[in-house]
């Protein structure tokens, strides 16, 4: 027999989400898409490719397929 509802507890991180000035993030789903780094994006993909690229920079989001524009560093 599956446990009642209102007994269930509900599991909740301790933890707050904290996002650094430097993360790139997605502007619809907030997926990580990069990190800046030195004056240049630090990208990261699956079976370790990763690239170091100058700005602008454009890229598709793997989440959930929005097209994502990041002109200059942050804080400039």
């Given at each position: 027999?599956p446990?009642?509802v209102?007994q269930?507890?509900?599991a909740?991180?301790?933890r707050?989400?904290?996002?650094h000035?430097?993360d790139w993030?997605?502007?619809?789903?907030?997926k990580?898409?990069g990190v800046?780094?030195?004056?240049?994006m630090?990208?990261?993909?699956?079976?370790?490719?990763?690239?170091f690229?100058?700005?602008?920079?454009?890229?598709?989001?793997?989440?959930?397929?929005?097209?994502?524009?990041?002109?200059a560093p942050a804080?400039?």
């Open positions: 027999m446990t009642p209102y269930r507890q509900i909740r991180s301790p707050k989400t904290t996002h000035s430097t993030r997605c502007t619809r789903c907030d990580l898409l800046c780094r030195d004056g240049r630090h990208l990261r993909f699956a079976r370790g490719h990763e690239y690229v100058s700005f602008p920079v454009t890229a598709t989001c793997r989440g959930c397929k929005t097209l994502n524009q990041a002109s804080g400039r």
